[in-house]
């Protein structure tokens, strides 16, 4: 027995394992909801927790859970979409049931109200939120929280929000929320059929000083928008599948076909959801990045040089687009100057961070940047190096060379419209000058 | 419209705080919800709002359901508030949970009350709770398990009330609501496994069935019962002899806490035990692990977590390698939730450092992570270095230690220590490093710096005590890197002929290391790097015997300036100096040579009586105090100081806080990731020594199979509503199967179901198996047809439904099986939710849980011997050999052996999965390990995926797929591990080439008639007296891979099985009464074979 355990027996029963409150802040910090489940929260928690994620966030210091000075509380906490995200716990728990629901929690608010604009909406239109909330969480333990059931027992408002008159509560319990397919609405119906495929794939890379590669692995996630009547199960077949490893998939796919056939066989939720991710290209398959690079830094007392030539490669025909490149500079360096045969260089001397704007690159050729740091101390040797982190988008191309064969439909009988793209995108692909 | 509502956050004005009253006593819909809505807006602001409870109470008898939802909402939130009117709105709650109509009303209500808070309704709340539990609706039930612990906390007296109906419900049969059962045990009675035992091994069958967050919680339930009920599946070594062997080892010793234990042990003895390890695991646990192996998958990190843990704590570690892989992937994202998941990779590492040493890139560091992804990185990297990838790692830590964040900086040179500590071959390198960064311009990195130079020389000079083993080995791998000093090189020049012995190299590198810091001294200002080169120049003093006087006499004369800690060592370090002069022979360190020239000497012992003064009259009590201790130097110097003063001191471990917190805490939970115990934290419950064998006997088959949740609700809606995912795709199968199982109504509902069973324990390939969640669909369609012939079915459980296996269907219907083949196979996907958890991956070790599987789907059918059946079969491999390999000669390490898996390959259904262990017995690791092979027609092979490599003394597992086409001639393949190659062969021994055939007992004896004369092989034989049935079992199953038939005869036990495509027959009838054992076989050999394996596997059992 844990030495612990025996002053803990007083809390081993009762509010364990569960989420005590949730907060939902804007991004300026103002609570937009403060939902207590299992135990009221103070809403100073919430404040002190947005001090912390502001104070740390640049520096990225943040901790995953935070704790609090003021009482023995600790804070899972997600940002996105301009909405921060806060669950509050006091008792033992599973640390990733907490954290996995405050991201779940976004996916839901998203799906219901739409991306665009969600701080804006979630804050307008809060009274839904309360109703959600009610949905998704009863006594701190996650409830129904699929989207499409979300959907299912609360109507979302239209697209120029709710008036006061509109029925936001369904009346009737929805049949399929207590069904096996759980995940996908009741009654759905089209005029026109369609469902779209995106395979995003983010390309993370290290090269080193001379340019060489050190480690890259491809994060990808097959991102699927269902538009479609009925209960169509989807058959999905992919060119190249050994390409993908450490698969992992949305609850509708059905297990054992792809672990036996590599196929992937769902009944779709409906509207957007995140099939599967995956990742290729690690070190036992490892593929040539779409970005080549050549690097040099020399440094003298007092300053340094830097040199940077990138040139796209291996995209297949492709043109690398949005190409920015951002660096991080020495925390010592007092000016910089630089100079690139293609697009802009800024530099922020308050943050020591330099962003050169590139735009599309060249199919042949490679485009240079050149510079000149000059340090604070003017005696001494720069401790530390630059790090630049190139961004780029290649659309139409997927650089493990992952594709979509077929895409079928059994079910229905009814003809869809499929859509299927792919796209590139540079996401840590650093380079250590 | 958007505008409009955001004025509900700005305007607080009195006249529209006032107006909320007489909108709220309008009792219209549009109006109330228009109060409302501003009542959420003040409590979003965080204004109270309870005041106007009693007109938000008045108001709940409203029917619209969008006011009603925030009624309820706000009569949670204030109810603390306003404890005495709660009570208004109790009546009226529990009016709808219990006598509204609609289910979603019930629900909400339910919900809502349970939520109050309200001690004074606690006898309304535990009745509505009791009534709900039985309600006709998923969602109400679902509502009451979630209200469960809410009661419970209200009031600690009905714990044992609700307890019992957490039992109760654990039965639940419809997922939705067995997820929220679960939670309410887990939070309100986590240990009482008893309630477990009878649902073990339904819940652990719908798993998968559950929702993300509900798997989460069942995992957890299910790790600490598997703790606390199976035996420990880890082999125990002899602790005493092996564990003082292993005490010098540092890489070894990463584990301290009482918890890991068990892996400690595990991981010297486990790998060479590797297929008694497979045997030890309890058939229950073995049937949760790889129930739980698919959601590995999962999308949810909190699943993949879970059952990472759960195979972390509870699996052979060999087991464990697809799940460190699974966890691995989890930490690329940049959220907090893959920084969580960094952590129990970090927890994982430190313990079983070799399963991630060979993807150490994966824990490289990019600019973006966090720093606390960071740290845990490098703690990661740090230790998982080995000697292959210890340069690597080194060469990234050397970009790190150019970072911006000196933290980060700081946490680089801690790792490299821990480097250098894993992987004592490389200290020189790390040494190097980390001198470098001495002359850093930042005071943290350069008293870290110090630090670690420090402890690596402690690390060095602890190498030249003792003689043991590691030592040794450290020693042979000391001159590699000692050629890269320069001093080395010059030195080597001079002394061609006679080699350093490795104590001297090592005093050698210590001297320069010395030198150098005693160079750096004057430069560095941080109190604490400045005193511990001092302590290290004190502790070292012999070996620089010219320059240590020297630093003392400079230190001296600033030592008014010191900082305390310094002061402190430059007493000690006069001291040190000061005994090093005096004759120390007398002190019994007789191979002691005189340190220093007899006229430094004098000096000395001037400087520290001097010394001694300064100290004396400091103005720190801490300064005084220290030279009080030594003040007896002066006068009487005695033995004691020696002993204390230089001594060998104890080499520091590589451990830091982090590394304890994150190996003793449980993986996943709170606790793990903040490293302090949270309140109501357990530590992991312990396998027991003596296994509650009652507890096995109570873990039953569930009840019938799965009837899907659609059927369960009471209300017309949910019938008629779409058809479940199965019905679409499915609908011509399960109407055919039905037409097949009308016509079989006669066969007796007892014999049926038995060979439903038997089909099933045994390997036959997925695809003809036919799934269990198949029957609570035809269940389902059939309900739907008719409600009448449903409800029969369900309510009579024990009655099995009278249908046939498929197989058998199919095996009396040729003409009808092809068409059906064909039109199944786009349908065929329908088997998976279920078929997972008896196939799982391609994993290196899927063991087989198809008995398990036949107990859930069949089990009202089990009869006794078909149970003894399904218990004996369940074993994951059969004739287990050792591969003889023809070339000997060549000088592999490499010794292999082979088990029969009889289940079909994943690859192909015609193909048997043949799993082979490749122990690698030699003390390197073998590299690129890989196998092919030729097979003529009508042989087929897949064979396995190259094996990277394979440490030293560990096992590597890998499935092999061969179509043997019926022949027990040797099957030979070529073998390539570290580039050699060399031959190895193996035969199938006649019974494995058999796959158990499905018959009634009246075919049995039809084609019995067939196999007369010489294809019948009869012996007698003599039966032990206890438990003969068991010692037939076990014999036949041993040798063959035979089903059972069902025979009246009590006396007669009689066994099926045939070759591929169902020809070559094997029959095999045992009659306990006249003790004969007949075998009747197509092929002659076979049938030989088979009777002699049989008697000889009887006899053995005596």
């Known amino acids: 027995m844990h030495p612990l355990d025996s002053w803990h027996k007083e809390y081993s029963y009762g509010f364990r394992e569960m989420i005590d409150s949730i907060f939902i802040l804007s991004g300026q910090g103002d609570i937009i909801i403060d939902r207590p489940f299992a135990q009221t929260s103070p809403r100073s928690l919430a404040e002190e927790c947005y001090k912390l994620i502001k104070e740390n966030k640049e520096s990225n210091l943040l901790k995953p859970v935070l704790s609090s000075e003021q009482e023995p509380a600790y804070m899972f906490h997600y940002e996105k979409h301009n909405l921060i995200y806060i669950a509050i716990t006091r008792t033992e728990g599973p640390a990733l049931l907490f954290s996995k629901f405050l991201e779940h929690l976004d996916l839901v608010l998203c799906d219901f109200f739409g991306e665009e604009g969600l701080g804006e909406k979630v804050r307008s239109q809060f009274v839904y939120l309360y109703m959600i909330m009610d949905e998704l969480i009863d006594g701190g333990f996650p409830n129904i929280t699929e989207p499409n059931m979300i959907k299912e027992l609360l109507n979302p408002p239209g697209p120029s929000g709710h008036s006061a008159g509109t029925v936001i509560s369904k009346t009737e319990l929805p049949p399929t929320l207590t069904s096996s397919l759980y995940w996908r609405k009741g009654t759905v119906l089209y005029v026109n059929n369609e469902i779209f495929i995106d395979i995003n794939e983010t390309m993370n890379a290290i090269f080193g000083r001379d340019g060489v590669i050190i480690t890259s692995f491809i994060n990808g996630e097959v991102l699927c928008c269902s538009k479609l009547s009925g209960v169509p199960t989807i058959l999905l077949n992919y060119d190249n599948v050994m390409v993908m490893e450490d698969v992992s998939v949305h609850p509708c796919v059905k297990y054992l076909e792809w672990v036996n056939k590599k196929h992937v066989m769902f009944v779709p939720p409906d509207g957007n959801f995140t099939l599967m991710k995956y990742r290729a290209g690690t070190a036992s398959a490892a593929v040539p990045p779409p970005i080549s690079v050549r690097p040099s830094f020399t440094f003298s007392k007092g300053s340094a040089r830097f040199e940077l030539a990138i040139a796209a490669r291996n995209t297949g025909s492709k043109a690398v687009e949005q190409c920015f490149i951002d660096f991080s500079m020495p925390s010592t360096s007092r000016q910089i100057n630089a100079t690139a045969t293609q697009g802009a260089f800024t530099y922020d001397s308050n943050k020591k961070t330099a962003r050169w704007t590139v735009g599309t690159l060249p199919m042949q050729g490679e485009v240079v940047l050149t510079g000149n740091i000059d340090f604070e101390d003017r005696d001494a040797y720069c401790e530390e190096r630059p790090i630049a982190t190139i961004s780029f988008r290649v659309p139409m191309y997927a650089v493990s060379g992952l594709k979509i064969r077929s895409l079928t439909l059994s079910g229905p009988t009814y003809k869809m419209f499929k859509g299927m793209r792919c796209l590139t995108i540079g996401g840590n692909y650093e380079v250590r000058m | ?1102």
């Open chain 2, 1 to 1102: 419209m958007t505008g409009l509502d955001n004025t509900y956050y700005t305007d607080l004005s009195p006249s529209k705080v006032s107006e909320i009253k007489f909108l709220l006593d309008s009792l219209e819909p549009m109006k109330e919800f228009e109060a409302l809505k501003r009542l959420c807006a003040f409590s979003s602001k965080g204004f109270d709002v309870s005041e106007f409870f009693p007109q938000v109470v008045k108001a709940i008898i409203t029917q619209n359901l969008d006011v009603k939802r925030l009624i309820y909402q706000f009569i949670i939130i204030n109810s603390k508030k306003q404890p005495d009117l709660v009570l208004l709105c109790v009546d009226k709650l529990h009016k709808d949970a219990t006598e509204n109509n609609n289910p979603l009303i019930r629900g909400l209500a339910l919900r809502t009350l349970s939520s109050l808070n309200a001690p004074e309704i606690i006898q309304v709340l535990a009745h509505d709770i009791s009534k709900g539990a039985h309600d006709p609706s998923p969602f109400v039930k679902k509502a009451a398990a979630l209200a469960i612990p809410k009661l419970v906390t209200l009031d600690e007296s009905l714990r044992d009330t609700m307890i019992e109906l957490i039992g109760e419900m654990l039965a639940e049969r419809s997922t939705i609501v067995l997820g929220p059962v679960l939670a309410a045990f887990n939070i309100v009675c986590p240990s009482e496994f008893r309630l477990l035992h009878k649902h073990f091994r339904n819940i652990v069958h719908v798993i998968v069935d559950l929702d993300q967050w509900s798997q989460i919680i069942a995992l957890k339930i299910f790790l600490n019962y598997a703790r606390n009920q199976f035996p420990s599946p880890f082999i125990q070594r002899e602790e005493p002899a092996k564990k003082s062997e292993k005490k010098g080892d540092d890489s070894s010793e990463s584990e301290e806490s009482d918890n890991f234990e068990n892996f400690l042990s595990k991981k010297h003895s486990n790998d060479r035990n590797i297929l008694q390890g497979i045997s030890n695991v309890d058939p229950d646990l073995r049937f949760l692990l790889t129930s739980v192996q698919t959601l590995l998958m999962s999308a949810n990190p909190g699943v993949v977590l879970g059952v990472v843990a759960l195979y972390y704590y509870c699996a052979p570690e060999t087991e464990f390698i697809p799940a460190a892989r699974a966890v691995t992937r989890l930490v690329f994202d940049n959220t907090p939730s893959a920084d969580l998941a960094l952590k129990a990779v970090a927890s994982m590492a430190i313990a079983r450092p070799h399963l991630f040493s060979a993807v150490y890139k994966d824990f490289f560091v990019f600019n973006e992570c966090s720093l606390e992804g960071k740290k845990m990185r490098l703690n990661i990297l740090s230790h998982i270095a080995t000697d292959t990838n210890a340069r690597a790692i080194l060469s990234e830590f050397e970009y790190y230690v150019h970072s911006k964040n000196k933290e980060f900086v700081c946490a680089t040179i801690r790792a490299i220590y821990g480097v250098a500590v894993h992987v004592p071959s490389v200290i020189a390198d790390c040494m190097r490093g980390v001198m470098g960064l001495l002359c850093s311009s930042d005071e943290a990195v350069v008293s870290e710096a110090v630090m670690c130079v420090k402890n690596l020389i402690q690390q060095q000079t602890s190498g030249s005590l003792g003689g043991t083993e590691e030592n040794r080995e450290k020693e042979e791998e000391m001159p590699s890197w000692m050629k890269d000093t320069d001093d080395k090189k010059k030195k080597k020049g001079k002394k061609a002929k006679k080699e350093p012995t490795p104590e001297e190299e090592r005093a050698e590198s210590i001297r320069n290391v010395l030198l150098s810091l005693i160079s750096l001294l004057p430069s560095i200002r941080v109190p604490l790097a400045r005193s511990s080169i001092v302590w290290m120049i004190g502790t070292y003093c012999h070996l620089v015997p010219h320059h240590s006087p020297d630093v003392l006499r400079r230190l001296v004369s600033t030592f008014k300036e010191e900082d305390t800690e310094t002061k402190l060592q430059i007493l000690t370090l006069a001291a040190k100096i000061y005994l090093h002069t005096l004759d120390l022979t007398e002190y019994g360190k007789p191979d002691h040579k005189r340190v220093f020239s007899e006229n430094v000497c004098d000096v000395l012992s001037q400087l520290f009586s001097h010394v001694h003064n300064l100290a004396r009259f400091d103005r720190n009590t801490e300064v005084r105090e220290k030279a009080r201790f030594y003040r007896p130097l002066l006068t009487s110097p005695s033995a004691l100081f020696t002993q204390c003063l230089l001594n060998d001191k104890p080499v520091p471990t590589s451990h830091n806080e982090t590394d304890i917190a994150l190996t003793t805490f449980v993986v996943g939970t709170l606790s793990h990731a903040v490293e302090l115990p949270c309140p109501g934290y357990h530590s992991l419950e312990q396998f027991p020594q003596d296994v509650d064998e009652e507890a096995a006997k109570d873990r039953l088959p569930p009840p019938t199979t799965l009837i899907p949740v659609n059927v369960l609700g009471g209300d017309d809606t949910r019938r008629k509503g779409k058809k479940g995912f199965y019905e679409s795709d499915d609908s011509d199968e399960s109407t055919s199967e039905e037409t097949d199982s009308d016509s079989y109504d006669t066969t007796s509902s007892d014999e049926s179901s038995t060979e439903t069973s038997s089909d099933e324990s045994e390997s036959t390939p997925p695809k003809k198996r036919a799934p269990p969640k198949k029957k609570g669909k035809k269940q389902e369609s059939s309900s739907e047809e008719s409600t009448e012939e449903s409800s029969s079915e369900s309510s009579s459980e024990p009655t099995p439904p009278p249908k046939k296996s498929k197989k058998a269907a199919e095996k009396e219907k040729p003409a009808k099986k092809t068409k059906k083949e064909e039109s199944r196979k786009p349908a065929q996907s329908d088997d998976l939710l279920l078929q997972l958890t008896q196939v799982a991956f391609n994993s290196p070790s899927a063991p087989s849980t198809s008995a398990f599987i036949t107990a859930q789907t069949n089990p009202a059918a089990f009869s006794p011997l078909a149970a003894l059946f399904a218990e004996v079969t369940n074993k994951p491999l059969f004739h287990l050999t050792k591969v003889a390999s023809t070339s000997k000669t060549a000088n592999s390490n490499l010794s292999i052996d082979v088990g029969f898996t009889r289940k079909a390959s994943v690859f192909d259904s015609e193909m048997q999965a043949v799993k082979l262990f490749f122990l690698n017995e030699g003390k390197d690791t073998v590299e690129t390990v890989s196998l092919s092979g030729e097979v003529s027609e009508p042989r087929s092979i897949r064979t396995i995926p190259p094996i990277s490599f394979i440490p030293a003394q560990s096992t590597a597992e890998a499935t092999l797929a061969v179509n043997f086409a019926d022949s027990t001639s040797e099957l030979v393949l070529s073998l390539t591990a570290d580039d050699k190659t060399f031959t190895i062969s193996f035969s199938p021994p006649s019974g494995e080439l058999l796959h158990p055939l499905q018959l009634t007992k009246e075919e049995f004896f039809t084609y019995k008639a067939q196999l007369s004369g010489m294809m019948m092989h009869k012996i007698s034989f003599t039966l032990p007296v206890s438990e003969p049935d068991r010692v037939i079992l076990e014999a036949v199953t041993k040798t063959a891979n035979v089903g059972l038939v069902v025979s009246d005869d009590p006396n007669v036990i009689l066994f099926a099985g045939a070759g591929t495509k169902d020809i070559k027959k094997v029959l095999i009838e045992v009659n306990k009464e006249a003790q004969t054992l007949a075998v009747h076989a197509e092929d002659l050999l076979v049938g030989e074979d088979i009777v002699d394996e049989i008697h000889r596997a009887i006899q053995e059992s005596f």
